[in-house]
């Protein structure tokens, strides 16, 4: 077992090598001839020095600048190809979604004309309810009115002409119109989120996880964070719409 | 070098500047292909996954951080690459030609070739303690640099470094290496008895 003098001396002797001061000096070596524990402690470390030194002097060399160069040019076409075949197909989305647009801006503006249309031919609710055929005296003599048994005249109620019917066909054209819209807003939509890019980080940047465990780290996808809100959105929006 | 030459080497590389990409290359394969090499302990494997870490870097050189160095930056796109080569040779049955070293107790004539010996022994310890060791040795980076590599608290760093030089040591010392003369106690001072 090493006494205390001995721990202290393997203490400073890592100390020295954390700080890359030598150990092979007249202190060191004074104290490492006091005891066998020191004598050892020294020497493996004196011995773990020397393979380090000689290691250094004898670095592999290698002349990689041509192979380099090589392999960055011919990863260079192949990364042209898949950026010229995702812009293709990028492009084919950007196409299919301007025709639902313009879809869209259609159903928009016929929904749009059918409820204009709706509140201009809607008459008036009391008026349809309780037509009046005579206007009421306002002459000063309702008591009298009703003094003499009520013999003012009775207003007849005029039978309506089915307004309520056609604002309801209107109306269920309307919702079938908006639900329509609906539909084409979530393809659109599900268009658009093919931009949104899943995110991957970059290897070169990133922290390396911990290495006990093998585990890749990854963000939650922001893509199918996107398809689930539009998913809720429209989804409500039907309810909206049938009750 | 200087950070403003590194930015200028930098900046000429992503123009895309084939002299300039063959100075990088120059630069830093010295100490990119000896990490490889100590931590792969093969040298074919150690040259492709150097040139892979020269890809890497050069294809990436924008998400260099001009603030820091541009070595430790290097050297841990390297260190990646290294752990993802050996757990894809965990993965593979292994060859016969990574078992050209078995560890033996026997002390031999031969023993002297420390660098050689060395080795062996980095093969032995654990892939963290050999990277912590590597870069601290051979790259001559701080326990802080290598915790940001590592993604480590630099007290880990310093308990991983000692572990690495007691089993590098007691490796060496099993296999009988004498260490080189000039480590002798006894050329100075001779044991009383």
């Known amino acids: ?243 | 070098m200087t950070v403003a030459a590194d930015l200028e080497l930098v900046e000429r590389c992503r123009n895309g500047d084939d002299v300039s990409l063959l100075r990088f290359v120059e630069r830093f394969q010295g100490i990119v292909f000896g990490l490889c090499f100590r931590m792969l302990g093969h040298r074919q494997d150690a040259e492709d996954t150097a040139q892979e870490v020269f890809v890497r870097a050069l294809k990436s050189l924008h998400t260099w951080d001009r603030e820091r160095p541009l070595k430790p930056w290097v050297l841990a796109i390297a260190a990646n690459r290294c752990r993802t080569a050996l757990s894809k040779r965990a993965k593979r049955p292994t060859p016969t030609e990574f078992l050209v070293h078995p560890v033996t107790e026997e002390v031999g004539p031969d023993r002297d070739d420390l660098a050689e010996e060395l080795q062996l022994a980095l093969d032995e310890l654990r892939e963290e303690y050999r990277l912590c060791f590597e870069l601290f040795h051979f790259q001559e980076l701080g326990c802080d640099e290598i915790g940001r590599i590592l993604d480590r608290p630099s007290g880990t760093v310093k308990t991983w470094l000692h572990r690495a030089r007691r089993e590098l040591a007691r490796f060496l010392e099993r296999r009988g290496v004498a260490p080189r003369a000039r480590f002798e106690l006894e050329a100075i001072h001779p044991p009383s008895s």
Do not use: C
Request: proline share 9%; no cysteine.
């Open chain 1, 1 to 243: 077992m090493p006494d205390s003098n001995s721990k202290q001396f393997i203490r400073r002797l890592r100390d020295a090598i954390d700080e890359r001061e030598p150990i092979d000096t007249p202190e060191f070596r004074a104290e490492a001839v006091s005891n066998e524990v020191n004598r050892a402690a020294w020497r493996r470390y004196a011995l773990l020095e020397s393979a380090v030194e000689e290691t250094r002097d004898r670095q592999p060399t290698v002349d990689l600048g041509e192979a380099v160069l090589t392999a960055l040019r011919s990863s260079a076409p192949n990364e042209a190809t898949v950026d010229r075949a995702v812009s293709a197909r990028t492009a084919d989305t950007i196409a299919e979604s301007r025709r639902r647009f313009g879809r869209m801006a259609l159903a928009l503006s016929t929904i749009a004309a059918l409820v204009l249309f709706a509140l201009l031919t809607r008459p008036p609710r009391d008026t349809a309810s309780q037509p009046i055929a005579v206007a009421p005296d306002r002459s000063g003599n309702d008591g009298d009115a009703i003094a003499n048994g009520g013999s003012q005249p009775i207003p007849e109620p005029v039978p309506e002409q089915q307004p309520e019917a056609e604002i309801d066909e209107l109306l269920a054209d309307a919702t079938a119109a908006y639900r329509g819209l609906a539909r084409e807003t979530r393809f659109a939509f599900a268009d658009l989120a093919l931009f949104v890019p899943d995110f991957k980080p970059n290897d070169a940047e990133v922290p390396m996880p911990p290495m006990e465990t093998d585990e890749g780290w990854a963000p939650p996808s922001l893509r199918n964070g996107f398809d689930r809100t539009l998913d809720l959105l429209i989804e409500n929006s039907d309810e909206a719409t049938r009750t």
